[in-house]
């Protein structure tokens, strides 16, 4: 097809969703010519760099309670759409296979991310799919029922156009965010707020914590409002490092701390160390603990830096018996160990963020088919909408059912095949 052809389906990024949504709408009817354009040079940067390496495809229990941002219900009308089940079954069916792991989450078996977007590109240029890039878009607009897409490159006509374009998380993998300039001037709205999410969090420069890079130890996390009331809670391992905190469970409240911190200042987020053990309950443990010094007493659950840094904060001498401090210190101590409140400064920004929270809402969108109820014609899926997922697999699992729901319903509008 040349450029002076027109498209009856351009598809604005081929990432995770925009080659999901194109495979299935080639898929649904092979009259339809579609056209998947990509600014990347080399396709696919973030499938490439996405679990380590290995992709976290899915996780083996997907529902609408592992997502953040548009409303549940919203979530999960298209997440039933396109399943677990259906996800393995496509991947599979385009020589993909996956195993779960004890985690929950699915990888390829192969453990090469590779693998994954071999297959989904294999996939949409099996049905008919043509791959243009690097084809970097750079405006659309939309005159008389057809849409023209342009860039330095030259013009595409296009009767339906499905945007995928990503958010801003990893930048340099050509996700900038232009996508959400096009979804504005097609008519669209955005969140208020637009923030990175699985994002690392910054502690002060010179903070003790940070002199402990590399320590990682399951802990339970907790955001509380400025009047204390808890917002959120995590269980899982945190990960310290020079600059503050990593590893999921810094990474799954970073969405909550940056969504609630510009309206609350004074919301905190509290690590509990000691994770079996409630707040109101420390102070009685550390009775019980009788003569055993902090070290002996928490030696065989945190690693002794870890001890030494906590017990200096709480100004307690690390091998003195528990037995002899005073009411007020054991309660310091306390506190410390199971409700820490860490001075988060900022964050490590998109360069760093898995993925992007707040974009197009859901409200604005068609769920049967995610065509857009204010620019007829046009759908949304991806990272782009108001939707981000914890850690785990759940955003590229987003990325397949928001794809599917919008490459069937984007063909279906041409008639049956
Ligand atoms: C380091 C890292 C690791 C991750 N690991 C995981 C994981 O293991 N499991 C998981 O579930 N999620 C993971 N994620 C999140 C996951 O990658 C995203 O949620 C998912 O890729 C979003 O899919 P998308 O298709 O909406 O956007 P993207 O994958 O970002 O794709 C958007 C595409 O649009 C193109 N594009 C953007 N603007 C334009 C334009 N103007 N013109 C032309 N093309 C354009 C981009 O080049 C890109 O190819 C990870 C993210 C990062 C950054």
């Known amino acids: 097809m040349s450029h002076h052809e027109t498209a009856d389906i351009a598809i604005i990024g081929a990432g995770a969703a925009g080659l999901m949504a194109a495979y299935w709408a080639a898929r649904a009817n092979s009259r339809l010519r579609v056209v998947a354009l990509d600014g990347a040079t080399k396709l696919g940067a973030k499938i490439l760099v996405a679990g380590g390496g290995r992709c976290n495809v899915t996780h083996d229990e997907v529902d609408e309670g592992a997502y953040a941002g548009s409303t549940r219900p919203a979530i999960r009308k298209i997440l039933r759409r396109f399943d677990v089940a259906q996800t393995i079954e496509f991947f599979a069916e385009n020589d993909v296979d996956l195993k779960v792991e004890d ?44 849409f023209s897409i342009r860039g330095s490159w030259g013009d595409l006509p296009a009767r339906r156009v499905i945007l995928a374009t990503g958010g801003k998380s990893l930048p340099k993998s050509g996700s900038d965010g232009l996508g959400y300039t096009f979804a504005q001037g097609l008519g669209h709205s955005l969140t208020p707020r637009i923030t990175p999410s699985l994002v690392p969090l910054l502690l002060p420069k010179d903070h ?110 690390p091998i003195v018996p528990l037995s002899n401090l005073t009411r007020p210190q054991r309660q310091t101590l306390a506190r410390t160990l199971t409700a820490y409140v860490l001075p988060v400064s900022g964050d490590r920004g998109y360069t760093y963020a898995e993925v992007t929270a707040g974009g197009v809402p859901l409200s604005e969108l068609d769920l049967k088919t995610m065509e857009s109820r204010v620019t007829p014609g046009l759908h949304l899926c991806g990272e782009i909408c108001d939707v981000d997922g914890r850690i785990g697999g759940y955003n590229f699992q987003w990325a397949w059912s928001s794809g599917y729901v919008a490459g069937i319903g984007a063909a279906d509008s041409f008639g049956k095949a």
């Not at 949409?124 to 029922?145: K, L, M």
Request: with cysteine; aromatic share 4%.
């Open 103 to 146: 985690s929950g989450k699915l990888f390829p078996v192969t453990d090469q991310a590779r693998t994954v977007l071999d297959g989904l590109v294999r996939a949409a240029e099996s049905v008919g799919v043509r791959i243009w890039h690097p084809r970097r878009v750079e405006h659309i607009t939309r005159e008389d029922g057809l």
């Open 208 to 317: 003790p914590l940070t002199t402990l890079s590399g320590i990682s130890t399951v802990v339970r996390i907790a955001l509380h409002d400025g009047r204390g009331k808890l917002i959120v809670s995590f269980d899982d391992s945190l990960l310290l490092a020079h600059f503050g905190v990593s590893g999921p469970a810094a990474l799954d409240i970073s969405r909550y701390i940056l969504d609630t911190r510009p309206d609350d200042p004074a919301a905190t987020l509290r690590v509990n160390w000691l994770p079996d053990i409630a707040p109101e309950q420390a102070d009685a443990a550390l009775v019980e603990a009788g003569k055993l010094t902090p070290m002996r007493w928490i030696g065989e659950r945190l690693p002794d830096r870890l001890i030494r840094v906590l017990c200096a904060e709480a100004v307690i001498d």
